[in-house]
């Protein structure tokens, strides 16, 4: 069967298919479409140019790969076999849609919860998003991408992510990409000799760090250093220990390494044990020449150059001449290793996979932000209740701020404080992932007044998203 008509040639919609009597369907309000229900593998959409969207089951998983395999267009056996291990997995968590015998499209829905500025939120990752060469720019896709969503908002995820090789495609389907992605590469020698030169211009103190290789058993002390840095950090997922269990035992990484306070006086005294190994400081994360996660206690702030400079001595011995940094994109290593002459490398970059953001539920994401939204009204002398108005291209809305809570609601009568905007910029603007000076230069966000502008950046404070690359990599 041929490809389906794209929707913008007038295709009909699936509320105007009659669905079978037999299987049931849930319907959520606001998006006017009927879903599968992912406990029920007979539970299906029947899609009206053919096909069906069905929920996974463990026979699928061959099928699986040999689609990916031929969309990527490289072997993704070894990974996709690593990944049904992951605590909290269930076939029946991947989307797919099926024409007669043949599958020509996958999604994996997988839920995930994660930190923003110390708040847990409930996520989704859109993993394995494919679809046959055949049917891209189709209304298959789009109705999967459509399926996934639904059902995500449905299961209580209020933000959605995905990591995409056709982020313009995505685009086009109200997804935004989030600012600030990248990583900074550097010569490894060129920046070992310049923290070598840095750190022999400190005085020497009694106490220091040492730097070596983890152990397993070491294990909790890396998760609590993890937990502590990443809570306060824009994005990064929180992991339980089974989680820590998994992500270590795929061999994803070469290695990690493990900075220790340590005490050098005995070793002065003719005492060479290296028993004097105190509280860990941090960790990094590294495959070949790339530190893919570097975490540390905010107590130990020179952890993070011990561990680079580590990381250098190391890439050099394996005969690499570079060294790549994946931390986020505030983290001051990044001007450090510019300083020494390396570059920050944007995933902007023509064919590179790009991070986007949807917000499935801007109410329940307003109202679980509410402690951030006091803090910072308190902090830049916002009054409350303050309301502003926000009107984008499919509904308006009213964000109110008071002393108890905060809300998004239909709005009615138009605040005295209204901004105008599409929809994706309206949402990036409540994930903090829009530089609101230049939104109003470029008018893609439009003001009531210029005095709003001081509002907006108070509360809805830009910040640049970040996720581990660790929990991105194949192996």
Same mark, same amino acid.
């Given at each position: ?333 990044? !001007? =450090?290793?510019? *300083? ?11 064919? @590179? %996979?790009?991070?986007? #953001? $949807? ?91 210029? !005095? =709003?502008?001081? *509002? ?11 996720? @581990? %690359?660790?929990?991105? #990599? $194949?192996?």
């Amino acid at each position: 069967m041929s490809a389906p008509p794209n929707r913008n040639q007038g295709e009909a919609d699936l509320d105007d298919v009659e669905s079978p009597p037999a299987l049931a369907f849930n319907r959520h309000a606001g998006n006017g479409r009927s879903l599968v229900a992912r406990q029920d593998r007979a539970a299906v959409r029947e899609l009206p140019y053919g096909g069906r969207i069905v929920t996974g089951n463990a026979g699928d998983h061959p099928l699986v790969v040999q689609l990916l395999t031929q969309a990527r267009q490289t072997a993704v056996a070894d990974d996709f076999q690593s990944r049904l291990d992951e605590p909290g997995y269930r076939p029946s968590n991947r989307l797919l849609i099926q024409l007669e015998k043949e599958l020509l499209a996958h999604a994996h829905v997988a839920s995930h919860i994660a930190w923003f500025d110390g708040q847990r939120m409930p996520v989704v990752k859109l993993e394995d998003f494919a679809v046959l060469p055949e049917y891209r720019e189709s209304a298959y896709d789009r109705d999967l991408l459509a399926a996934a969503e639904q059902i995500a908002t449905a299961e209580g995820a209020v933000l959605g992510l995905v990591n995409a090789d056709r982020h313009a495609w995505f685009e086009r389907q109200g997804w935004s990409p989030l600012r600030g992605q990248g990583h900074t590469r550097a010569n490894a020698r060129t920046v070992l000799a310049y923290l070598d030169a840095q750190e022999r211009a400190r005085k020497r103190r009694k106490g220091s760090l040492d730097v070596r290789t983890w152990r397993h058993f070491e294990l909790d002390a890396v998760r609590s250093i993890y937990e502590t840095a990443a809570a306060e950090l824009w994005g990064p997922l929180f992991r339980s220990e089974e989680c820590w269990q998994w992500l270590i035992g795929r061999k994803a990484q070469d290695q990690v390494l493990l900075a220790l306070e340590t005490n050098r006086a005995a070793s002065t005294n003719g005492d060479s044990s290296l028993g004097l190994l105190g509280e860990a400081a941090g960790y990094a994360v590294v495959r070949g020449s790339c530190i893919v996660e570097l975490m540390s206690l905010p107590k130990f702030p020179t952890a993070r150059v011990h561990m680079l400079a580590r990381a250098c001595r190391d890439a050099i011995d394996r005969d690499h001449h570079s060294i790549s940094l994946y931390t986020p994109a505030s983290d001051p290593l990044h !001007e =450090l290793m510019v *300083t020494a002459g390396g570059a920050w490398i944007s995933d902007r970059k023509e064919n @590179s %996979p790009r991070l986007l #953001m $949807r917000l499935l539920s801007p109410e329940r994401w307003v109202e679980r932000c509410y402690p951030l939204w006091r803090q910072r009204a308190h902090h830049a002398g916002v009054p409350r209740p303050t309301e502003i108005g926000i009107t984008t291209t499919d509904a308006s809305y009213r964000f109110t701020l008071t002393r108890r809570s905060a809300r998004l609601e239909p709005m009615g009568d138009r605040p005295a404080d209204w901004v105008e905007c599409d929809r994706p910029t309206f949402e990036s603007l409540l994930a903090g992932n829009l530089a609101i000076n230049e939104a109003v230069e470029r008018k893609t966000l439009r003001l009531s007044s210029p !005095e =709003l502008k001081s *509002t907006l950046a108070a509360l809805f404070v830009p910040r640049l998203f970040w996720q @581990s %690359p660790l929990e991105f #990599m $194949r192996l």
